[in-house]
């Protein structure tokens, strides 16, 4: 399985249902949200772009009905399989198309045949987000809209990182293993060639607007929560922030014993008692090809 549907289907979670439960609810207000700013009309031909294991581009099927159609788009064909093998469960209807390729080629989508993109936490792996958009404008008909939600990950970094603050915890007391530990989660920060890093809202709302968007709307979302409690110091392990790195058990798997007790008795009982602060930020766009 590639790093992509690994990390969807068993790590994001940490395989600990407390946490899915909690996470699932919070994508499904998300979804909707997304959702409704592209409000689909029945018959619409939606295109799900970094589609995952389908958060969007299942709800979308509800929207498009009978007549309508949703292209299902990753560039992890093992997360189409798996949204694939779900409608093929009974899950869906037969609308649905699937497409692997990456969101900087749409080739195999004709110019202006599309009524709506959508799309949530894809753009910020990708290094060439203007040409996403530009894709994107393509493929839509005129009167089209785009209705998007990625997460700022700059804010968070900003907030914290001269404190060595990650996963809401602070890293300095650990010394040289807690910087080991750093150097595996994009620590020190890079904001310039981390495409994870090197942009924010504005930038985003600028690379839309040149790409030749109108009507664009941007809805901006921050947030800092203190005393995060983990359901468990194994969720803890398990789990890992996105895609491009491993989980801290991954991580931990190459330390010596003295460095294995070192760091679980410094962050288990940070972990158990819920001492983590979590910042965040997202934003959502809404914008029509004119
Ligand atoms: C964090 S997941 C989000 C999945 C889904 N949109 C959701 O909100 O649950 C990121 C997704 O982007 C996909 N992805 C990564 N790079 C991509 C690219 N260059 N083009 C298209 N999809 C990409 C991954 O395979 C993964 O499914």
């Not at 690379?207 to 409690?229: C, H, P, V």
Request: proline content about 5%.
């Amino acid at each position: 399985m590639d790093k992509w549907a690994d990390w969807l289907l068993h790590k994001r979670f940490g395989s600990d249902p407390a946490i899915a439960r909690d996470n699932l609810a919070r994508l499904a207000m998300i979804r909707d949200r997304i959702l409704s700013l592209a409000a689909i009309n029945e018959g619409e031909t939606v295109v799900d772009i970094g589609t995952g294991d389908g958060l969007l581009g299942f709800a979308a099927l509800d929207h498009v009905g009978e007549e309508g159609t949703v292209v299902f788009s990753d560039i992890s064909q093992d997360a189409l399989d798996f949204c694939e093998g779900f409608l093929s469960e009974g899950l869906g209807n037969g609308n649905a198309r699937f497409l692997c390729t990456s969101a900087e080629d749409l080739s195999a989508i004709p110019s202006g045949s599309v009524d709506v993109v959508v799309g949530r936490a894809v753009l910020l792996y990708i290094a060439h987000k203007e040409q996403c958009f530009r894709e994107y404008f393509r493929i839509l008909r005129p009167g089209g809209r785009l209705a998007i939600c990625e997460p700022i990950n700059r804010f968070a970094a900003e907030m914290t990182a001269s404190k060595k603050i990650f996963f809401g915890f602070d890293f300095t007391p650990l010394g040289s293993l807690g910087d080991r530990i750093l150097s595996q989660f994009h620590f020190p920060p890079d904001y310039t060639n981390d495409p994870m890093l090197n942009f924010d809202e504005r930038d985003m709302l600028g690379m839309i607007r040149s790409a030749g968007f109108r009507e664009i709307t941007m809805q901006y979302e921050a947030s800092m929560r203190d005393n995060l409690k983990w359901p468990s110091w194994q969720a803890f392990l398990k789990s890992a922030p996105n895609p491009t790195v491993p989980s801290l058990a991954e991580v931990a798997a190459g330390f010596t014993p003295e460095e294995a007790q070192q760091f679980e008795a410094y962050f288990r009982p940070l972990v158990e008692h819920g001492t983590a602060v979590q910042s965040y930020a997202e934003v959502y766009f809404r914008a029509e090809k004119r």
